[in-house]
């Protein structure tokens, strides 16, 4: 699902070049789930930045479900984050002048879905929502918020999910609520999960815990199998 080749980021400062990632090579099977993991600025949000499409690469190439990232324009790659990939951030990022329904339908309606609603109001009866259809960001909590993030992010059932600490900015009870939610929508949709996170249990939930320090992979967190070969 994921392979990433020598993967460098260099971006400018006014101090001089900033070598950000440094040779990242990283794969990752369909349907595994894995933990990023490090230190604050090990390159962890860049690195799935690059994933996206979000961000090019200096060097190196990026292929994501088969297709070559790096050999696509921007709306090419819009089109295929729209229809493979579905991103959770920790800041939730919903449009706060449309209503959940609408944050979820957003996406679906751009990729053409005449029944991009039903999907949405779908989206959100799995996440525990549907009281909350017309109810705009600013009238949700914080958890709400980000379920609606999440079924915004699963709601056209992308192969690949996406999630950047997407507890960070809730309360332990809440968060721990969220995650049931991402992992049991990741087993039922069989997605294939990369998520950032700095908290072990969360962590010790995917199949492996893939280490970053300092722009590189420390550790690749084999899978017990593929470990003992």
Avoid: W
């Amino acid at each position: 699902m994921i392979e990433l080749s020598d993967i460098h980021l260099r971006l400018p400062s006014l101090a001089g070049e900033v070598h950000i990632l440094r040779g990242i090579d990283f794969s990752l099977d369909a349907g595994e789930a894995a933990a990023l993991v490090g230190p604050s600025g090990s390159g962890k949000s860049t690195m799935m930045m690059v994933l996206a499409g979000l961000e090019r690469p200096s060097e190196g190439t990026v292929a994501v479900a088969g297709q070559e990232l790096t050999a696509m324009n921007e709306d090419a790659l819009a089109v295929f984050r729209r229809d493979n990939i579905g991103i959770v951030f920790q800041n939730f990022h919903l449009v706060p002048t449309m209503t959940a329904l609408e944050n979820v339908a957003m996406p679906l309606e751009f990729a053409g879905r005449a029944d991009a609603f039903d999907l949405a109001k779908d989206g959100l009866a799995q996440v525990g929502l549907s009281h909350r259809l017309t109810h705009y960001p600013a009238q949700l909590s914080g958890g709400e918020q980000q379920r609606v993030a999440l079924a915004r992010a699963c709601a056209a059932r992308p192969r690949l999910i996406l999630a950047d600490e997407p507890t960070g900015n809730l309360d332990g009870d809440t968060g721990a609520a969220v995650m049931d939610l991402l992992f049991h929508m990741r087993d039922e949709l069989e997605m294939t999960l990369l998520l950032i996170t700095h908290d072990p249990g969360l962590a010790g939930r995917c199949g492996r815990i893939v280490r970053m320090a300092d722009g590189r992979i420390a550790d690749l967190g084999l899978a017990p199998a593929a470990a003992a070969e």
